[in-house]
């Protein structure tokens, strides 16, 4: 029963994901593990609205942008997606790659090489109902960030103290923080993905249609979306959960308070951790990695292609979809370039993350303002509680934004 849901969730955990959490666990310790139990419902409802909007339109995010909103708002918004995933892209490779180095030695370039072109050869290659299948086992490496936790010796009852009675901060840098924990985890990319996924799985499979055309499908699709979801989403937050953990207690603990990259966190957890936890966090690096690049080259793609009302699909071949292939091999490409000639796009991953927070905001109120219009989900509009949420983590969002550039610059 599991699909997009759950590889959505485990995508959003990639390496630059990774990094952000590594980050703010060596810098925060324990102060920000409340943010998992926090944004666990927001994520899950902004990620149940845009799958309705696939499965019951027949169109992704931005095809539905086109369809009903101004070129004024789906060009910017597309492109704001384009830049913000290929950056991702280019983190994730070039961690890949350094992950693969501490574990065998070697150029670390040549492997960062090798995963771009082994991406980009299965998703352009492999038909998307068998490639869909080694995303979903490849979401199985994120459990190494659980047994790399659970190798260490846990304060229980600091721990669950610290994530339900959280202890908040005003100062800029923890406000940063939080948007950066938002930007990865509720991020726009996988808005577009798993929206772009259900149409996928409805075109293919021959007695489904979109639910405006065949609305006595909706109850059954619904509650498989939403067991679907939970486990995705669930799966994710646990799993980020243990990575703030985990470097909380090593790398905060021994006053590590800066990390730039995801392989760096594996690096400085082998002296104090041990070669155990060294080995499942460089692993789960390039597992996580493996699955997520294509989920973002693929979601951008999908948000190009809509846009330009190209032919889409992962289940096509490369000659019935050259132009939405091809902008998943530029994508590829120009990340996989920011790792050779001298731009750090690592340093630059937890202010992606914030990137990421920021726009999310103006994406998210698009994303509410479609699911509740009538004539984009006919008689499917959003409402209840999935609305409430939804408007919430809008308001939210946006709060914590302003935050942050009020606070910035009073340091």
Known sequence: MLGPGLITGASDDDPSGIGTYS?????????????????????????????????????????????????????????????????????????????????????AMLYTAFFAILSLVLQVFVPYSRYVRML????????????????????????????????????????????????????PYLFFWQAS???????????????????????????????????????????????????????????????????????????????????????????????????????AAYGVAEAMRWKLGMEHRLGQATQFYGVIAAAMLVGLTMNFIGIDPIRALFWTAVLNGVVAVPMIVVIMLMASRQRVMRQFVVSGYLRWVGWITAGLMTTSVITMFVLWPHG
């Open 23 to 107: 980050q703010v666990g060596a810098q925060f310790g324990f102060g920000m593990l409340w943010t998992m139990l926090f944004t666990f419902p927001l994520m899950v409802c902004m990620q149940l609205i845009c799958a309705r909007i696939g499965r019951v339109t027949g169109e992704g995010i931005s095809g539905n942008l086109r369809r009903h909103f101004s070129p004024r708002i789906l060009f910017p918004v597309v492109a704001m997606l384009l830049l913000a995933n290929t950056i991702n892209i280019a983190a994730d490779l070039g961690a890949m790659g350094s992950a693969l180095q501490l574990l065998a030695g070697g150029p």
């Open 136 to 187: 979903k086992w490849l979401s199985m490496a994120l459990f190494a960030y659980v047994a790399a936790a659970f190798s260490l010796t846990i304060p229980w009852r600091e721990v669950a103290m610290r994530t339900v009675v959280p202890d908040i901060s005003f100062k800029a840098e923890y406000i940063t923080a939080v948007v950066a924990i938002f930007g990865t985890t509720i991020s």
């Open 197 to 299: 996924q259900e149409v996928e799985d409805q075109e293919a499979a021959p007695t489904e249609q979109p639910l405006i055309s065949a609305p006595k499908q909706a109850r059954a699709q619904f509650s498989r979306i939403s067991t679907d979801t939970y486990i995705g989403m669930g799966i994710s937050n646990v799993v980020a959960f243990f990575i703030i953990l985990t470097t909380a207690i090593t790398l905060h603990a021994h006053g590590i308070n800066n990390i730039d990259t995801a392989a760096q966190a594996a690096t400085a957890l082998r002296p104090i951790a041990g070669r155990f936890a060294f080995i499942v966090f460089s692993l789960g690096i390039i597992g996580t990695g493996l699955l997520a690049v294509p989920v973002l080259a693929g979601s």
